[in-house]
């Protein structure tokens, strides 16, 4: 069981940077993938980032691809998503999720979310 709480979100202007965290607890922290995914208002939620429990593989929507990096501090139990240039577009609630199983795309590959949080792009 993984437990995970989402920080750093806030209200921007168009072109700076912002960094969201992710802390885990439970057991098994450094074998999950782990992913980030948003959804703006009326919208599906969508798939943002993800990384292998290794790390050594990441994976992103061509929408953020070059301004949004994803990394994991496994001493601290910690996902990150820096993100720079933001677009009014990027605003949406963004949510971690964790994966016991293999990098994916879809909602249905992530067995634990957490609650999101609110990122505003203003232009």
């Known amino acids: 069981q993984v437990q995970l709480v989402e920080s750093g979100g806030g209200l921007v202007q168009a072109g700076d940077s912002l960094r969201l965290a992710c802390a885990a607890s439970g057991r098994g922290f450094i074998r999950y993938a782990m992913a980030w995914f948003r959804q703006a208002p009326g919208k599906e939620r969508e798939f943002v980032a993800a990384?292998?429990?290794?790390?050594?593989?990441?994976y992103y929507a061509d929408s953020v691809k070059g301004r949004f990096t994803i990394s994991r501090d496994n001493a601290k139990n910690t996902v990150y998503l820096q993100m720079i240039s933001l677009k009014p577009e990027d605003t949406a609630v963004y949510y971690c999720a964790a994966a016991n199983s293999a990098v994916g795309y879809e909602i249905t590959d992530y067995n634990y979310w957490g609650q999101g949080t609110q990122v505003t792009v203003s232009s």
């Open positions: 990384m292998r429990w290794s790390g050594s593989n990441t």
